[in-house]
Antibody, heavy 122, light 108 residues
């Protein structure tokens, strides 16, 4: 079965950087797009970024554009989110979520990881 | 960005009740509308995609309808495991995927 396992969260000071990872198994990782979605404590869901199956296409929410970078390593079935210039408002649980479209993006989420908490605080 | 507005933000219901949640888009999203269920401390779970298609493994008491700007999620007979928060999400534009604010279904 599909499994997505995030890691790399923690407490970081404002302005610093952090890299999240998402290890995938149970499906052919290299043929599906993957998203990052976050949820601030007690708040709703916010889409963050998406990367296509081959890494050639990437889109970002305006709130993270130019600060976050999504990437993937298809040889190791792993997704990344490099987060720079972190702000207090980036504090959230970060989920990786699989797109159901094989070879194309359908832009919804059929499997989710358990999430990793990022806390930006001095 | 397309704004998604859910109503109500919360509701109280009893086991066996029929529950309806509404989601309205600020512009037409055709049928590119999806529904998720989230329980406390857990990741969201896909229930409905493309407005009315039931995700594999989801009980048939869940159904979705609508197109354009107005959508509904209906639970035909609420079960104890259905008390959760429900989110709609539009997938009309990859450049800015957006969610509704959520509807919390609580025990009456």
């Amino acid at each position: 079965q599909v499994q997505l396992v995030e890691s790399g969260g923690g407490v970081v000071q404002p302005g610093r950087s952090l890299r999240l990872s998402c290890a995938a198994s149970g499906f052919t990782f290299s043929t599906y797009g993957i998203h990052w979605v976050r949820q601030a404590p007690g708040k709703g869901l916010e889409w963050v970024a998406v990367i296509s199956y081959d890494g050639s296409t990437k889109y970002y929410a305006d709130s993270v554009k130019d600060r976050f970078t999504i990437s993937r390593d298809n040889s190791n079935n792993t997704l990344y989110l490099q987060m720079n210039s972190l702000r207090a408002e980036d504090t959230a649980v970060y989920y990786c979520a699989k797109d159901p479209g094989q070879w194309l993006l359908l832009d919804y989420f059929d499997s989710w990881g358990q999430g990793t908490l990022v806390t930006v605080s001095s | 960005d397309i704004q998604m507005t859910q109503s109500p933000s919360s509701l109280s219901a009893s086991v066996g009740d029929r529950v309806t949640i509404t989601c309205r888009a600020s512009q037409s999203v055709s049928r590119y509308l999806n529904w998720y269920q989230q329980k406390p401390g857990k990741a969201p779970k896909l229930l409905i995609y493309a407005a009315s298609s039931l995700q594999s493994g989801v009980p048939s008491r869940f159904s979705g309808s609508g197109s354009g700007t107005d959508f509904t999620l209906t639970i035909s007979s609420l079960q104890p495991e259905d008390f959760a928060t429900y989110y709609c999400q539009q997938s009309y534009t990859t450049l800015a995927l957006t969610f509704g604010g959520g509807t919390k279904v609580e025990v009456k």
